[in-house]
């Protein structure tokens, strides 16, 4: 049963969400730089080289958290025959500033912006598949995600309840490359505002395990004047954050917003279009 019966009216969200989604991709190409290195991390210590593993953990969960894709819900899925693709727009504030302040040599944002255009693909059994790509925009990284979502509570009257588990790498920078992986659990309702619109709200908790793996870097410590190679071990964090979000669904547009907050917090905004 379509949510309007009248076309025309129902049409006009799509457009704006289509357009939206258009500004952004456009918007997608401006300039960004490498953002931080790891050399400034690196210091000399009385048995060798030594590196503050303090600062390469912010850097591991920040970048981690900002490349979650997308948004956990609404928990309910796009259905078997549904497919939707969109833009969202996510800001992450960074954690602490002292090591970004240190990698970037001073020169750092107060917090990590993506920009990412996301598809996803209904199948029986109400379980949907997804794939994204995303683009930070003070950084010259970008994110490739794939993600499962599977509603295993999903009716009218009962609250919808489904989980989603998601894979992702931070890829391009230099120094560093970023692994991320983890899953959301949401439950939620959907309520019908006067036969035009959906209103799903949610709320629920996430968890993922970001794995940092430092490249070979050169650096030149004080008093030197050769270049000394540092391999830095690798980085292993898990985070946790609370989810509450909802989306707004027209005929063949939706809007959503949602807040993840824990020791890392990200709000995300997203346009989509269903066919």
């Given at each position: 049963?379509?949510?309007?019966?009248?076309?025309?009216?129902?049409?006009?969200?799509?457009?704006?969400?289509?357009?939206?989604?258009?500004?952004?991709?456009?918007?997608?190409?401006?300039?960004?730089?490498?953002?931080?290195?790891?050399?400034?991390?690196?210091?000399?210590?009385?048995?060798?080289?030594?590196?503050?593993?303090?600062?390469?953990?912010?850097?591991?969960?920040?970048?981690?958290?900002a490349a979650r894709p997308g948004v956990g819900g609404p928990s309910a899925t796009v259905g078997a025959l549904g497919f939707?693709?969109?833009?969202?727009?996510?800001?992450?504030p960074i954690s602490a500033e002292e090591p970004w302040e240190l990698a970037s040599r001073g020169d750092h944002a107060n917090g990590l912006t993506t920009s990412q255009v996301f598809v996803r693909k209904g199948l029986p059994s109400s379980v949907e598949l997804g794939a994204s790509i995303a683009f930070f925009h003070d950084l010259d990284v970008q994110v490739a995600s794939f993600e499962v979502k599977w509603a295993f509570v999903e009716g009218v009257s009962a609250p919808d309840i489904g989980a989603r588990i998601h894979l992702g790498g931070v890829l391009g920078h230099p120094d560093l490359t970023v692994v991320t992986t983890g899953a959301d659990l949401t439950i939620g309702k959907r309520f019908g505002l006067g036969g035009v619109v959906r209103f799903a709200p949610y709320a629920g908790y996430a968890f993922a395990f970001h794995h940092g793996v430092p490249r070979p870097i050169g650096v030149v410590l004080p008093g030197d004047v050769t270049v000394t190679t540092a391999i830095l071990p690798a980085s292993n964090l898990v985070t946790h954050r609370g989810l509450v979000g909802f989306e707004l669904a027209f005929s063949y547009a939706s809007f959503g917003l949602e807040a993840s907050l824990g020791d890392t917090n990200t709000l995300t905004f997203r346009v989509g279009a269903a066919l």
């Open positions: 049963m379509r949510a309007c019966a009248k076309r025309p009216l129902c049409e006009r969200p799509s457009r704006y969400a289509l357009a939206a989604l258009a500004l952004a991709i456009v918007g997608l190409a401006g300039p960004a730089h490498a953002g931080f290195e790891l050399a400034p991390l690196v210091s000399r210590a009385s048995t060798g080289l030594d590196y503050d593993a303090t600062a390469l953990d912010t850097l591991v969960s920040d970048l981690g958290s939707t693709f969109g833009y969202a727009l996510a800001y992450t």
